[in-house]
């Protein structure tokens, strides 16, 4: 499929994963087999010659070139000096979803894939015009990675059984009032038999 990539959000071990500090978030995942659908998506993606883009957050030690203040969120995740520091095992993608072969695009500030990042410019080198995303959460990176994927001219489709937010109404309520107007939604086996 010529012009599409999987954009992967934040399915790190330290946001999902088994160094989460999030449990909530990975209970979500867990009720819609978020890492399982996303793992079927991505082997089908790769088999397709789709290129898989994971989608990571870190912060150096020093906070060095991370905004730390300007957000209640990220205010309250750095009172822990160890959250998701660039070179430890929390910033890794979650190793069922990983492939040498996939590319990773990795952010130190703010909540989207693109800002700041050389993501878009990646994308273009590729030939993307199209994007779908999968991942974490729909509370924050989701709309994010979709509402500046549109703003820069990509198509995006969202994986709904591939993506998780907090609490599940205000999830469910996002895909239905926010995504469903930026975005086209699909489930992950449409996908899967869109691309075999």
């Known amino acids: 499929m010529e012009g599409v990539a999987v954009l992967v959000m934040e399915m790190q071990r330290g946001v999902v994963g088994d160094l989460t500090k999030f449990p909530d978030l990975v209970a979500a995942c867990e009720r819609h087999d978020v890492v399982a659908n996303t793992a079927r998506l991505l082997h ?30 990220i205010v309250s995740l750095l009172k822990d000096p160890e959250h998701m520091l660039e070179g430890t095992a929390a910033v890794e993608v979650l190793p069922e979803l990983r492939d040498p072969a996939d590319l990773e695009s990795r952010r130190y500030h703010g909540f989207s894939p693109f800002t700041g990042t050389s993501l878009d410019m990646t994308l273009r080198s590729l030939g993307i015009s199209s994007v779908v995303a999968a991942g974490v959460s729909l509370n924050l990176g989701i709309p994010g990675l979709t509402l500046e994927a549109v703003n ?9 059984d591939a993506v998780a937010g907090i609490p599940e109404e205000y999830a469910q309520a996002v895909l239905k009032n926010t995504i469903s107007l930026l975005a086209s939604r699909a489930a992950t086996t449409d996908l899967i038999e869109a691309w075999t």
């Open 44 to 73: 089908t993606a790769r088999a397709a010659g789709i290129p898989v883009i994971h989608c990571t957050a870190a912060f150096r030690p020093d906070r060095a070139g991370s905004h730390t203040a300007n957000c209640p969120f």
């Open 152 to 160: 820069l001219g990509y198509r995006a489709t969202v994986v709904t």
